[in-house]
């Protein structure tokens, strides 16, 4: 461990070896995303008490759910029984009921009922809740992280959302207008290796270049806090002024800003776009773009975002990028790579993160 932290200290990246092996994945996927927060869904999607939704971080079967008095909750959605799902399909119903024997929870997570149990005199219900998780709500934004002993989102991102408040971005009054979803033959790390630096973007995205300053004296990379980093890329002068012309959320910059492990919040001046990368397996991810526009944006404007962001051409070249660098790694031949610490210093941080992280 000290040797790979020396070397990434270097500015080397981790070997090649890191984006492959299943032992690695596995390891990450316990020390990593099971400790980490991570962006689920937005509030719309879980609007009235009663509404239960499914999703996985780490591996792990997650459900959460609007309690009665309008709390968001979260549970492993495992029985407490014998580790059948609780629930199987995302709905809307007063309780969680186990399709197996029967067990039923009450909307906070406790059991309600368990067939025959009045049978069994020594049978306590009060300890066998569901295995609750944390939950944060941030404007439209539900995040979620399944270890109780993580700090909270307000701690694991501490000075994030003063940051985004400072630059004019009020998450609150908007609301999830449209999405995409990719499935990705890379490795996690290699699509937030691409996502988080733009050395790569006067090569890569031409569309995007004409929209920004790639000079790299003008761009600010930071690192906000051990767990999340951002960066501030100016528009060119034209599109500045264009985007000024609307309704904007404050200056025309890129404004984007990653989360560790998975997520990213970025604004442009207007709304603000959410990616949420799941970890699928060793060379396999879902990728989800999501654009949170303000409550009275025209369904015209929705209706073109959710045609036109399935081929979108940054997106659609990143994606092609990522593929062909997983199977470089595949090979076994690719060495670890040499960064530019002035372009690249926040891949720096993020792989001494890992390394930390998986061992300990």
Known sequence: MSELLD????GRTVPSAWYTDPAVFTREQDAIMRTGWHY???TGQLSEPGS???WEIGGVPIVLVRDTSGEIRGFVNVCRHRAHPVVL???CRNTLQCHYHGWTYDLDGSLRNAPRSKEEPEFDTSSLGLVPIQVHVWGPMVWANISLDAPSFDDYADGLKDLIESRGCSVD????AFGHEWTIDCNWKVLL?????????PTTHPELSRMLVMDPEKQDLL???KRWIYHVIPYREGVAARM???PTNGAAVYFFNYVFPSTYVQFTGRGFDVGSVQAVAVDRVKWRHLAFLPRDTPAEVREIGQRTLPENSTINEDVAICTRVQAAHATGFAPPGTLLPKSENLLTHFYRLIVELVEG
């Open 223 to 225: 690192v906000g806090g």
């Open 193 to 201: 290796d691409n996502t988080i630096e733009c050395y790569h973007c």
């Open 52 to 54: 239960q939704l499914r």
């Open 173 to 176: 009054g908007h609301e999830l």
């Open 89 to 91: 399909e995302d709905q």
């Open 40 to 42: 689920v869904t937005d």
């Open 244 to 246: 000024a012309s609307g």
């Open 7 to 10: 070397a990434i200290d270097a």
